[in-house]
């Protein structure tokens, strides 16, 4: 009776309405998420926040689209650059014919030392700390810009490709609009910001004046659809073009069905890790974590993700990072477990208490871990805590184990310095996230940092994983990307590896083809 | 009556207080921090401690406590924490679709609801009554997003009459209109199955009155005195349970919003309290109180409408 008149209406409705025309040249983007944060690009750093940002700006310098290796690193803004001898003074040349969108005009030197030094202000930054080595930022003339370093940086060109401080602002764009700024973004990359749709969409433009050209896509339409299962319905129905997806093996596989549909696992890898706190008993005893480690069955765990999305880890970094080198971790091996166990003193096994939070895929993946621990008589209890309040409380030190997945910036510099050096154990001013509290390889990661030698820094880092890796730091679980899928119609000119930025790049050459 | 309003609304600011003060508080007992979901998961302590700083955080409880107080007795609501804009502005950009979808869905939903409670209550333990009885158990029992996504597999997705995205950029009247449809009849199948069944019970109850009796015995139409002589009789536990539900319409709209992605308070309360931005969630839960508030006072002033005989005082 409720149903009836409501199905009449519909009707009526849907055959008196027609559907709006979209412009044929709109890439429309759907990703998981209630709103936009920010767009300033210093400030941005929730994914769905980055992955606009991506299409807005420049850098000095960028990594080749579609790929994720700073070793593939091209000239952007500047066309080219040289290195003093002691690699501390670099100077950029910056290319002719580069406009600021929304007619702020061409962009200067003046400009880069503006966002660099904004890059570097804690005060605008929320990436201040990865330029604590720039000295001085000077333009000689205004196709010329000069940094000098205290000391040399692992990697002085990542710092300067468009993801995080590397993106290029325009001076006059910035002090004009104000505070505005974080909501209509102007840079000088292929797309201009248009509109900003609270919890609706942003749009952009293409920008027709772009230094490599006019982009063919002539509008991005970037939606924001929090219900999962309203996404895929969107995708489904033909309303959406390219999806951010889920962690999840069955959102593959379901997407790979449909149609005309291209599914891939992006880069950055990320690696999900599980970080043991090497100063509380009984975790402190090598032997006991050595124990958590051969008690861990890394394939089984890869196999309830899905191997369509994950791989078992290979180190304690993720795959594919500048540094990274697959290095022999501890066997799934339970009678090795309990005999390390009975040799550390406990025959009868341990009980370990951790923070867990609610999010399914992460509590789900510990609820496996926790039954094969149970297997060797390894106790571990959970406290569950909602997601913000287990961001909280894992940096107060609250945890003995915490489970944390993440990708970075891919050199493995910064993953070995957030995670696993001493100046970023949770609980000091510096804290970031080693939550092991694990200081074996600080010496590795600081002579790294200044070797200036590409060889020599690979060695050492690999040196690090091998000795954080022995210690048992944290135990490797596996690796997994950024699902994506769009239409075929969308179709890159070059093969799409991943993107910083964690969208997949949209330029001028991308197509969607009708 | 202008007595009676006054009242109200002075207990109302009492209301508000009390909810104000308390929610100032427990969003902070609560643990989480702002500051990190600002700065990101790679930010250091330090960097976290100086935003608090920058934020007001690091100050004592009731330091804050009164800085928002005198903050919000002049109007200023602030800024949100994690977005920067101004609190006010944000509830209000989203504030009219939600107040479209809710009076939209409540209106559907006693159209539906009364004409089918009535004719449940006439055919009482006959087909009609089963029928209905059962299918607003359904309303009553499936959750908004279980029945939203239903409403999308269907009208979406089979028949391809409607999008699924209800957020379109299409501002025309029938655009809105379209957009509207399928939320609006998720919500009212819900507030229906309440109307339904209360309109039936008050229905059946008033069926039996003497007068009744009396007005079909003396010969008059059974319509009129259906329509005329019981329904007005049994409109005030209707009007009681349409805004006793207006709450849980409210709630169910913050599913119904996020399934079929359109704007709403209810997005931006779910999207504060994960990031914990407590500025923006002390200005929602202000908005909510009030609404409940308001749709208090209407309701008791409906009652007078309906029967002279109730007295404001």
Redesign the interface.
């Known amino acids: 009776?409720?149903?009836k008149?409501?199905i009449l209406?519909?009707?009526v409705?849907?055959?008196?309405?027609s559907?709006?025309a979209l412009n044929a040249q709109t890439l429309r983007v759907a990703v998981p998420g209630?709103?936009?944060?920010?767009l300033d690009p210093y400030?941005a750093?929730?994914t769905l926040d980055i992955n606009v940002v991506n299409w807005l700006f420049n850098g000095l310098v960028r990594i080749k689209p579609g790929q994720i290796s700073p070793e593939m690193i091209e000239p952007d803004l500047a066309e080219s650059w040289t290195t003093s001898s002691d690699g501390k003074t670099w100077t950029f040349k910056l290319r002719d014919g580069v406009q600021c969108q929304g007619g702020y005009g061409a962009l200067t030197a003046d400009d880069v030392v503006y966002s660099l030094k904004r890059a570097a202000n804690?005060d605008t930054s929320?990436?201040?700390?990865e330029y604590a080595a720039f000295d001085t930022i000077t333009a000689s003339d205004p196709k010329t810009v000069t940094i000098t370093l205290k000391e040399t940086v692992p990697s002085m060109l990542g710092l300067l490709v468009p993801y995080h401080g590397g993106n290029i602002v325009c001076q006059k764009a910035v002090e004009a609009l104000g505070?505005e700024f974080?909501?209509k973004p102007i840079g000088t990359g292929p797309f201009e910001f248009v509109e900003y749709?609270?919890?609706?969409?942003v749009?952009l433009k293409a920008n027709e004046a772009y230094f490599r050209g006019a982009p063919k896509i002539k509008e991005i339409?970037f939606?924001?659809?929090?219900?999962d299962?309203?996404r895929d319905?969107?995708f489904?129905?033909g309303?959406?073009d390219l999806i951010n997806g889920r962690f999840e093996d069955s959102w593959v596989k379901r997407m790979a069905q449909i149609p005309n549909t291209k599914v891939d696992i992006l880069g950055p890898l990320e690696i999900h890790n599980i970080h043991l706190n090497m100063t509380q008993k009984p975790l402190d005893d090598l032997r006991v974590r050595q124990a958590i480690a051969h008690a861990i069955d890394r394939d089984a765990i890869v196999k309830f993700r899905g191997t369509s999305i994950s791989k078992a880890a290979e180190s304690v970094i993720p795959g594919g990072y500048l540094g990274f080198a697959p290095i022999p971790l501890l066997k799934y091996d339970p009678a090795a477990a309990k005999k390390l166990l009975a040799e550390a003193g406990y025959p009868n096994g341990i009980t370990i208490k951790s923070i867990q939070t609610t999010l399914p895929a992460m509590l789900t993946t510990m609820q496996v871990v926790q039954s094969q621990l149970r297997a060797v008589g390894v106790n571990l209890e959970f406290t569950l805590?909602?997601?913000?309040?287990f961001?909280?409380?894992i940096?107060q030190d609250l945890s003995q184990l915490v489970y944390y997945g993440?990708a970075?910036f891919p050199v493995a510099d910064t993953f070995l310095t957030?995670f696993f050096d001493s100046t970023?154990i949770?609980?000091?001013?510096?804290?970031?996230?080693n939550f092991s509290h694990c200081d074996v390889a600080d010496d590795e990661i600081k002579s790294a940092r200044t070797a200036g030698d590409i060889e020599k820094q690979k060695a050492l880092w690999v040196d690090a994983q091998k000795k954080i890796a022995d210690k048992v730091c944290a135990i490797p679980l596996y690796e997994m990307g950024q699902p994506w899928a769009w239409t075929q119609k969308l179709v890159f000119d070059y093969p799409v590896k991943g993107s910083l930025n964690l969208s997949p790049p949209i330029d001028e050459t991308t197509q969607l083809r009708n | 009556m202008t007595a009676f309003i006054i009242k109200r609304l002075g207990f109302a600011v009492v209301t508000l207080f009390a909810v104000l003060s308390l929610v100032f508080f427990i969003v902070r007992i609560?643990?989480?921090?702002p500051a990190?979901?600002?700065?990101?998961?790679?930010?250091?302590?330090?960097?976290i401690?100086?935003l608090r700083q920058k934020l007001g955080l690091d100050q004592p409880l009731l330091v804050q406590y009164l800085n928002f107080l005198v903050g919000a007795i002049r109007g200023d609501w602030g800024v949100s924490m994690?977005?920067?804009?101004p609190v006010i502005g944000?509830v209000l950009?989203?504030l009219p679709s939600t107040i479209e979808l809710t009076l939209v869905s409540l209106f559907?939903g006693v159209i539906?609801?009364v004409p089918?409670g009535v004719?449940a209550a006439v055919n009482r333990n006959r087909i009609?009554d089963v029928?209905?009885r059962i299918?607003?158990l359904l309303?009553l029992s499936a959750p908004a997003?279980v029945s939203?996504?239903v409403l999308?597999?269907i009208?979406?997705?089979a028949?391809?009459?409607?999008?699924?995205?209800s957020?379109?950029?299409?501002t025309s009247f029938?655009?809105r209109?379209?957009d509207l449809?399928?939320p609006a009849?998720n919500l009212?199948?819900i507030m229906?199955?309440y109307v339904?069944r209360v309109t039936r019970s008050a229905m059946l109850e008033v069926l039996g009155q003497d007068y009744v009796r009396t007005a079909r015995a003396k010969g008059v139409p059974a319509g009129v005195v259906i329509w005329r002589h019981a329904m007005r009789n049994c409109l005030i536990p209707v009007i009681t349970v349409i805004g006793l539900y207006l709450g849980i319409l409210i709630g169910n709209s913050v599913l119904t919003e996020?399934?079929?992605?359109r704007?709403?308070l209810g997005?931006?309360i779910?999207?504060a309290l994960?990031?914990?931005d407590y500025t923006m969630l002390q200005g929602m839960i202000v908005i909510y109180t009030l609404i409940v508030v308001l749709v208090n006072l209407i309701t008791d002033l409906a009652y007078g409408l309906v029967d002279p005989r109730v007295q404001y005082r």
């Open positions: 009776m409720t149903l008149p409501a209406s519909s009707l409705l849907g055959t008196l309405l559907a709006t209630s709103d936009m944060g920010t400030r750093s929730a804690k929320s990436f201040y700390a505070a974080a909501r749709r609270p919890q609706q969409y749009k339409l939606r924001y659809i929090q219900s299962s309203s319905l969107a489904q129905s309303e959406i805590v909602d997601h913000p309040t961001h909280s409380q940096r993440a970075r957030q970023s949770v609980g000091k001013p510096s804290a970031v996230t | 609560l643990p989480g921090d990190m979901v600002i700065l990101g998961d790679q930010a250091s302590a330090a960097s401690a100086a994690v977005s920067g804009r944000e950009s989203v559907l539906l609801g089918a004719w009609p029928v209905t299918v607003s309303g997003f939203g996504i999308l597999l009208f979406a997705i028949l391809q009459w409607f999008p699924v995205i957020s379109g950029q299409d029938s655009g209109l379209r449809a399928l009849v009212a199948l229906a199955a339904t996020i399934v079929f992605n704007p709403g997005k931006l779910v999207g994960t990031q914990r």
